[in-house]
């Protein structure tokens, strides 16, 4: 099981990552793109649909 402190530090460079794709989104497509499109992907996760996994890279 994960410590506190390493899950909380885990979720904080998860929501760093989020905020850095945002700002690039937002700087190329606008925000309106950026909100439909974060939108879209809570809306899939909610209804465990695919999304994509197989053509992403992992970032590490």
Do not use: C, Q, W, Y
């Not at 506190?4 to 794709?21: G, R, V, W, Y």
């Not at 925000?31 to 590490?60: C, H, Q």
Request: glycine share 6%.
């Amino acid at each position: 099981m994960t410590s506190p402190d390493k899950t909380a530090e885990s979720k904080d460079k998860f929501f760093e990552e989020i905020a850095a794709l945002a700002e690039r989104m937002i700087a190329e497509h606008g925000r309106e793109f950026t909100m439909g499109a974060f939108v879209l992907a809570a809306r899939f996760i909610a209804e465990k649909k695919d999304l994509g996994r197989g053509r992403l890279e992992p970032t590490n």
